[in-house]
């Protein structure tokens, strides 16, 4: 049976909702009419995701597979201008709706691929060519949706897609590790004598962690000057996605860079707060971020 737009769009929201629950919520401070393709931008990075990710999608080689085929499936109904699967329906009308290039979803399944062939990254430069496809370039297909002023907002929507993956990969080193992969970079786990396979909190560790909240912060300083370019509730909800995943450094740090027994977390309650915050015109939140040097 053929998929709705409506029922495509509402699959994009339930994968939003049930796995990427600080851009949902924030997502909320946005006008009603803007939601759906932040929906959808989630659910075609989750469904690439999932291949990658989901053993049940079989070995290496049938999963690299199964994400050609996903990407040829999908600039084929681009190309068509409509499309019959579940979730690919939604994003083929909010590409069309948004006139996005269609070279950003090339990017994003590019570094896609590279999960199932990259492992580890030597050095911050070979991390941000990979980030470029998974992160960065996010922030560029949100501009349109959000309003943004372009070129001018472009290198800090770049900079906090940078920032919310980089905080991903220290809240989730743990979870990587069992998946064989070591996000951050080499060289500066060498630099301070860090092994994160040791799964220990030790000198070292909190060391190398320090660094990298760091480097976080000073991504999210950068892109505080592009969320202060988004005109009414969309400034308000990236503001207010920025906030909440600026407190997840904070929930590290709180736990004493301790990433490997527990995942740290904002409470929901902490996020209504935030949110119901941001529903409020001229009331913003605001988190300090220290502006330093780039390490």
């Known amino acids: 049976m053929s998929v709705t737009l409506a029922e495509s769009y509402a699959a994009c929201r339930a994968l939003n909702r049930a796995h990427g629950t600080t851009y949902y919520w924030s997502t909320q401070v946005l006008p009603r009419a803007r939601r759906p393709h932040v929906h959808a ?148 786990l060498r630099r301070f004598g860090a092994d994160p396979r040791r799964r220990t909190v030790d000198d070292a560790w909190r060391a190398v962690a320090r660094f990298e909240i760091e480097r976080c912060r000073v991504l999210y300083a950068e892109a505080d000057a592009g969320v202060a370019m988004l005109p009414g509730a969309a400034g308000r909800a990236i503001g207010a996605a920025r906030v909440l995943y600026g407190e997840i450094l904070d929930a590290i740090e709180a736990a004493g860079y301790d990433v490997f027994t527990h995942r740290a977390r904002v409470p929901g309650r902490r996020k209504a707060a935030v949110v119901a915050r941001a529903l409020v015109p001229g009331r913003v939140a605001a988190h300090p971020a220290p502006v330093a040097a780039r390490p």
């Open 41 to 188: 931008l989630y659910g075609f990075c989750r469904y690439a995701d999932e291949i990658v990710d989901d053993p049940s999608f079989g070995t290496t080689a049938e999963r690299e597979a199964a994400l050609a085929d996903f990407g040829t499936r999908f600039f084929a109904d681009l190309d068509r201008g409509r499309s019959d699967d579940r979730v690919l329906k939604a994003v083929v009308d909010t590409v069309q709706r948004m006139d996005l290039d269609p070279q950003l979803f090339r990017r994003f399944l590019r570094s896609m691929a590279m999960d199932l062939t990259v492992d580890r990254y030597e050095t911050y430069d070979d991390l941000r060519d990979y980030m470029d496809g998974s992160a960065s370039v996010i922030g560029e297909m949100m501009l349109p949706v959000l309003d943004a002023p372009r070129p001018a907002a472009v290198a800090p929507a770049r900079a906090l897609g940078e920032a919310f993956q980089l905080t991903n990969f220290l809240r989730d080193v743990g979870e990587d590790l069992d998946r064989g992969r070591v996000y951050l970079p080499q060289e500066d």
